[in-house]
């Protein structure tokens, strides 16, 4: 019916189904430089917001997870868009199921959500290649987020996809982004190239219209701030609780004068590395300086309100090479299950000082299960299974092929050869250049030999007789997400060379 009248109206164009806001041509946002603060229709606004992303829960899960971030007193969500989530393979598309970020913003607006959108390309995020799809290292000598030529037709390409259909979902239009974000944290990235960030900006007007509030944000520091803001995007800073709320806001004065206080990343709690213990944030802390931070009237995002998990191979990795797990529960105020934490009672108390709290019931923890004992069977070996595995058959090359050359962005590579020359005594078997991205298992005719492991060991001794098959399955842990070594090439060696057997 609404919909039916709007098309009356001729509005219908600027509202997709299910956004209800009849009065679009009334809805603004924007900044307010003389005064300090945003403005929403007009009036003046303060977020409280927490960051929540849709690709680190279930779609069955959206609506329980929003509903119990609007009943903690959030204002606002926010949510990073994973390009390479989206374009598996280039021009190949996919926005449905756990996928359709469509449906997830059209929850968030039912529920009364507004959302901050932080569109990438790049996103950090702890995910793989920091959102970046892998096959742009298809060129292998491309610099990513750079005026790099094929780097920007692909994110043209994307955002071409991507941004018009982000449009009708922006505030003015009636739907619940009010902000949108170009990049995320350029100023820790070591090319610091100005027209890039000059060409998103024009790129996301053209698409998103010149309305729209764009920011970018960065680490509370002069250093990083000197190449992560831009002219023309409002400029943005992350925090921890615990430091100086005073000092990490003056840093943002240096880039905007004038204009809202934003901490657009303020940690809940910390991320994780594979074999390290989870990382936990006392609440006490949190609460402190978000109260500190609020009391200034100044604009929060809590990052993350709940982390969620890294299904399927999603995971990122830091440099020196540590890969995080799948878990990303972040000690968040809602746990990666979503379920309510004594964080969460505490910090909804401090917003409870700034903001009305809802009426009504929070939804509760889900009930858990006792599955009981899981067994597991052996099926066999990969080595045995490789028919079923790999059921086209084999690629033969003379050197070894990286695994975006073979068009298999994740999981495992077999590499396999044979031995060249019998070698009854132990023979080390090296990988150059610590090449080995990130960890092969080595076996000679289905015996394993041991483990190369990037950062940790380039070395193994192993014997086998001359034609005897060496096997090297060389597993993908994720690429790096963060800093100078984004372009994560997975491979067996850097030299591309067969394994060196003197
Ligand atoms: C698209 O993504 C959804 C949700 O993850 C998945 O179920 C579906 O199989 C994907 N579609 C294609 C064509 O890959
Ligand atoms: C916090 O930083 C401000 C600005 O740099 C400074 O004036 C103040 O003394 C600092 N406070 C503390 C407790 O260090
Ligand atoms: C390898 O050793 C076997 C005996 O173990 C011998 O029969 C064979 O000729 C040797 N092959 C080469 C290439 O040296
Ligand atoms: C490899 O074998 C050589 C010669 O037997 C030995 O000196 C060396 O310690 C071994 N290295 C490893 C890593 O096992």
Known sequence: ??????????????????????????????????????????????????????????????????????????????TYVPWNYHEFKPGVYNFSGDRDIEYFLQLANEIGLL??????????????????????????????????????????????????????????????????QVENEYGSYFACDYDYLRYLQKLFHHHLGDEVVLFTTDGASKHYLRCGALQGLYATVDFAPGGNVTAAFLTQR??????????????????????????????????????????????????MFIGGTNFAYWNGANMPYASQPTSYDYDAPLSEAGDLTDKYFALREVIGRYNHLPE????????????????????????ELLDDLSPSGPIRSTYPLTFVQLQQYFGFVLYRTTFPKNCSEPTPLFSPLNGVHDRAYVSVDGVPQGVLERGKSNMINITGK????????????????YGRYNNDFKLLNHERTLPFIP
């Not at 240096?254 to 074999?275: A, C, I, K, M």
Request: aromatic share 10%; hydrophobic share 40%; net charge positive.
């Open 1 to 78: 019916m609404l919909r039916f009248l709007l098309r009356a109206a001729g509005l219908v164009a600027l509202l997709p189904v299910g956004l209800g806001a009849a009065t679009a041509s009334q809805r603004s946002f924007g900044i307010n430089y003389d005064k300090d603060y945003f403005l929403k229709d007009g009036k003046p606004f303060r977020y409280i917001s927490g960051s929540i992303h849709y690709s680190r829960v279930p779609r069955y899960y959206w609506k329980d997870r929003l509903l119990k971030m609007k009943m903690a007193g959030l204002d606002a969500i926010q």
């Open 466 to 481: 001359a034609g005897a098959n060496l096997d090297v399955l060389v597993e993908n842990m994720g690429r790096v997400n």
């Open 254 to 303: 240096g880039s905007e004068p004038r204009g809202p206080l934003v901490n657009s990343e303020f940690y809940t709690g910390w991320l994780d590395h594979w074999g390290h213990p989870h990382s936990v944030v006392p609440t006490n802390t949190i609460a402190k300086t978000l109260d500190e931070i609020l009391a200034r009237g100044a604009n929060v995002n809590m990052y």
């Open 115 to 180: 959302v901050i959108l932080r569109a990438g390309p790049y996103i950090c995020a702890e995910w793989d290649m920091g959102g970046l799809p892998a096959w742009l290292l298809e060129k292998e000598s491309i610099v990513l987020r750079s005026s790099d030529l094929d780097y920007l037709s692909a994110v043209e390409r994307w955002m071409g996809v991507l941004l018009p259909k982000m449009k009708p979902y922006l505030y003015q239009n009636g739907g619940p982004v009010i902000m949108v």
């Open 360 to 383: 009504g019931p929070i939804p509760p923890t889900t009930p858990k299960y006792a599955y009981g004992r899981v067994t597991m069977e052996k099926l066999g070996t990969v080595a």
